[in-house]
T-cell receptor, first 115, second 111 residues
């Protein structure tokens, strides 16, 4: 149980375009979802926290207008990278928590390459 | 959340027990010790967590010292698939806040 599905697993986009990444909790309701970013050979960095039906809370230094997060239901959160640039190329990972799950469940990640 | 200190890398022979240490000397009374691992290019995987008692599940055992200032994750019979970066994270209970990942320990299982 407690599976989080993340799509796509890989995406290549042109500079200036937008990319949407989906994160779904398959067998539980995720009251809170988190988005992380990981650059090569570095650890995961928390970008933002989203609660269903409310605005996301962004960590310091993360541009909220560039990384749009929508958590419209208890099973789906999306991250849209707007006007992507090569420096946005990274591994993006979502995570979900629920009162019924131990710890946090992570998605499999999305490798974004901006060319 | 309290900080943790882990060795950057460790080797272990396949079939042997892998013992991964973690120091968390500033842990407070309501903070749990969580262990996650990340296999290359995948999302982190939950392993185990505990407050003060030792814990065991199908994946691993967690030994927490009596003063709670350090802990050890034990993988009883390491396999090549256990090669990953292991993160020790200290955090208060509840899922309202995200996790703060340190650099972790890169465990390499040798054949």
């Amino acid at each position: 149980g407690a599976v989080v599905s993340q799509h796509p697993s890989r995406v290549i986009c042109k500079s200036g375009t937008s990319v949407k990444i989906e994160c779904r909790s398959l067998d539980f309701q995720a009251t809170t979802m988190f988005w992380y970013r990981q650059f090569p050979k570095q650890s995961l960095m928390l970008m933002a926290t989203s609660n269903e039906g409310s605005k996301a809370t962004y960590e310091q230094g993360v541009e909220k207008d560039k990384f749009l997060i929508n958590h419209a239901s208890l099973t789906l959160s999306t991250l849209t990278v707007t006007s992507a640039h090569p420096e946005d190329s990274s591994f993006y990972i979502c995570s979900a928590s629920s009162p019924m799950t131990y710890g946090y469940t992570f998605g499999s990640g999305t490798r974004l390459t901006v060319v | 959340d309290a900080k943790t200190t882990q060795p950057p890398s460790m080797d272990c022979a396949e079939g042997r027990a892998a013992n991964l240490p973690c120091n968390h000397s500033t842990i407070s009374g309501n903070e749990y010790v969580y262990w996650y691992r990340q296999i290359h290019s995948q999302g982190p995987q939950y392993i185990i967590h505990g407050l003060k008692n030792n814990e065991t599940n199908e994946m691993a055992s967690l030994i927490i010292t009596e003063d709670r200032k350090s802990s050890t994750l034990i993988l009883p019979h390491a396999t090549l698939r256990d090669t990953a970066v292991y993160y020790c994270i200290v955090k208060s209970g509840g899922g309202a806040d995200g996790l703060t990942f340190g650099k972790g320990t890169h465990l390499i299982i040798q054949p």
